[in-house]
């Protein structure tokens, strides 16, 4: 399809460093940039090929933005505090474990291995995108490995944190993410929240979409497990 970018959002492999040489090379024949986000899978290598990993999906950095026909795309790295992305042991490890442990202890549903949260660095950067894209009347999607809502086992650890930066800015226009494979949708404050399904579970089915932005809408064109629909936007 003639696409002007293909949006990765994270768990290009599972298990062994290795992998990313077999499935990279499938993206080559897209012919247009893929922009990526790294998910809980991408981590599952050994500890001394954690740091690599950022590189090695020639990604810049861990999260970044970016800018297509006037929108501004926020790709978060939801897995920076967590207890897969940094070696065992290390600080990052023991910050992720400590509020893991104490996430268990509130019995919050997302208190599970498979996710992950962003740091307070991150929240401040993520909070002056949005206001710059605020005074340049830009339209934004936010988009990240793990979902904000529904609040169940597959959430970011600090998304209440996450919720309440978006809503300061009247410039997001949707959140877009992976990492449940179920997928789902959920619509807040007039914001879809999309959670794109994963192409695993049914053998021979595929699962993905071509996404069409308008001022007062998202067209989907699912393919294999996605379905298609018209989601409403707010306009401001």
């Known amino acids: 399809r003639d696409l002007p970018f293909t949006l ?3 768990d290009l ?4 460093f290795a992998s990313f040489d077999a499935v990279l090379p499938l993206l080559e024949p897209l012919g247009h940039p893929v922009r990526h986000l790294l998910g809980n899978h991408d981590y599952t290598v050994a500890d001394a090929e954690k740091a690599g990993v950022v590189a090695k999906m020639g990604m810049a950095r861990d999260y970044y933005s970016f800018t297509h026909s006037g929108v501004r795309f926020v790709m978060l790295d939801t897995n920076e505090v967590s207890t897969y992305k940094h070696p065992a042991g290390s600080p990052q490890d023991q910050t992720g474990e400590k509020l893991l442990a104490q996430l268990v202890a509130e019995k919050a549903p997302s208190a599970k291995p498979w996710n992950g949260g962003i740091s307070q660095d991150q929240l401040a950067w993520l909070d002056k995108e ?11 999607i936010v988009c990240a490995h793990h979902p904000l809502l529904p609040e169940d086992t597959h ?4 998304r209440l944190e996450i919720l309440a930066v978006l809503d300061k800015h009247p410039c997001v226009r949707a959140f877009f993410n992976g990492h449940n494979h179920a997928g789902g949708e959920v619509v807040r404050n ?3 929240f999309i959670t794109f399904k994963s192409l695993l579970h049914e053998p021979g ?9 308008y001022a007062d809408r ?3 064109d699912g393919n294999g497990r996605e379905k298609s629909r018209v989601i409403p936007l707010k306009t401001v």
């Open 218 to 220: 998202i067209g989907i």
């Open 205 to 213: 089915i595929t699962a993905y979409s071509s996404v069409r932005l």
């Open 130 to 140: 949005l206001a710059d894209a605020d005074a340049a009347k830009q339209p934004v």
């Open 190 to 192: 007039g914001i879809p």
């Open 155 to 158: 959430v970011v650890w600090n």
């Open 13 to 16: 492999i599972d298990r062994d």
């Open 8 to 10: 990765h959002l994270g």
